[in-house]
């Protein structure tokens, strides 16, 4: 198996073919194997994003979020959007599903429909945990999962130290058993109050980054275990809101394209691949 990282362009400015054309440079130089790209938010049409990929010999994730105001339009929206992403010819799909005020029962059955599609497009879809979703803490992912044992997540750990104040190490059982249906990772350190630390090099965090990353083993681990030839990791630090910055501004306390870079080479030399 082989850790494959990719880039988020969600705290760089995107809006043209030059600009993706000068970040993808970056991209490649610095040793990314692809990029993740979250359509909602990405102007430039598929055309020039795979011309432009192929040129640098970059793979593509892309993301997606359904959206609107009942579960038949997050449907519709998964439908649209899905179909959409494969115009990117895209790794997998990273999908923000469902919402935290639907029922269950509406849930699963948006959740139902992605396994389908999966089916019908044949490419892989990963499920976000991510506040705001049905999946941003432990207990509903863990129902969940066990209505739809098949589902993939992509694991965005922080999410959940947030909604439970807590390391985690509280539920571990829970976490462990979770961790098994994770097929992909955002990797970013968030603590009990918030989703993101200020600087994962600062050594006031140096607990929660080697929590996180004792995590984010577990799922290197499970993944080696059922054969996976590949597991994809993307290094989430984001702009503001997620980063803190200077009062009165918007200025960034730390260097968010710095810390995610900092992030890959942290996890390319500690993560261990098994034997």
Known sequence: MQLSFHKSFWEAQCNNEQELNTLLAKVKEEGYRGTELFLP???????????????QELAIITGIATDGDTPEQHLA????????????????INCHTGRDIFSLDDNLEIFS????????????????????????????????????????????????????????????????????SAFHVHARVGY?????????????WQAHLENHTRLWQSVVNNAAERGQAELTITPEFGPFPY???????????????????????????CLQLPA
């Open 77 to 92: 929206s998964l439908e649209r959007q899905v179909e959409q992403a494969m115009a990117f010819n895209p790794k997998f």
């Open 243 to 269: 980063a803190h910055v200077k009062p009165h501004s918007e200025q960034t306390l730390t260097d968010i394209w710095a810390a995610n870079y900092f992030i890959k080479q942290h996890l390319e030399k």
């Open 41 to 55: 938010f990405y102007p430039i049409n598929s055309t020039a994003t795979l011309r432009a990929h192929q040129q």
């Open 113 to 180: 429909r992605a396994l389908e599609l999966e089916r019908e497009y044949g490419i892989n879809i990963t499920h976000e945990t991510h506040r705001f979703r049905p999946t941003f803490n432990t207990l509903t992912t863990e129902v969940i999962l066990q209505a739809l044992p098949q589902l993939k997540l992509n694991l965005d750990i922080s999410h959940w130290m947030v909604v439970h104040e807590s390391d985690l190490s509280d539920q571990q059982a829970r976490v462990d058993a979770l961790l098994k």
């Open 192 to 204: 009990e109050e918030g989703p993101q630390v200020t600087d994962p090099q600062d050594p006031c």
